[in-house]
């Protein structure tokens, strides 16, 4: 699967941006998928997943109630609706394939991931 992510940006704290990732070569329902984001000279970290049904997700800490991760089969997308951003969500943003699902966050792994895209949150 083939994997690109779109629509960072910069934005004012407080302010709300929707990530896109679209997959191509092979259908996302087969697939956990998953967000994740590296800041500089920090370790790249997942934030959100969702299940294949779309139904269950799990979120960092970090970001719970203020991100939602949704996933749309037919068109092979995945949504990243980030809300009241803080300078300290700057970072590169990645979509993934993930190799299974987990409601624990930090034990997610992935095989597949597209380039990342840029959100910078300035004070």
């Known amino acids: 699967v083939q994997l690109q992510a779109f629509g960072g940006g910069l934005v004012q704290a407080g302010g709300s941006l929707r990530l896109s990732c679209a997959a191509s070569?092979?259908?996302?329902?087969?697939?956990?998928m998953a967000w994740a984001r590296q800041a500089p000279g920090k370790e790249r970290d997942f934030v959100a997943a969702?299940?294949?049904?779309?139904?269950?997700?799990t979120y960092a800490d970090s970001v719970k109630g203020r991100f939602t991760i949704s996933s749309d089969n037919a068109q092979n997308m995945v949504y990243l609706q980030m809300d009241s951003l803080k300078p300290e969500d700057t970072a590169v943003y990645y979509c993934?394939?993930?190799?299974?699902?987990?409601?624990?966050?930090?034990?997610?792994?992935?095989?597949?991931w597209g380039q990342g895209t840029l959100v910078t949150v300035s004070s």
């Open positions: 993934a394939a993930a190799n299974f699902y987990s409601d624990s966050i930090d034990y997610l792994t992935a095989d597949y």
């Open positions: 070569g092979r259908s996302i329902s087969t697939y956990p």
């Open positions: 969702v299940r294949y049904n779309g139904y269950s997700t």
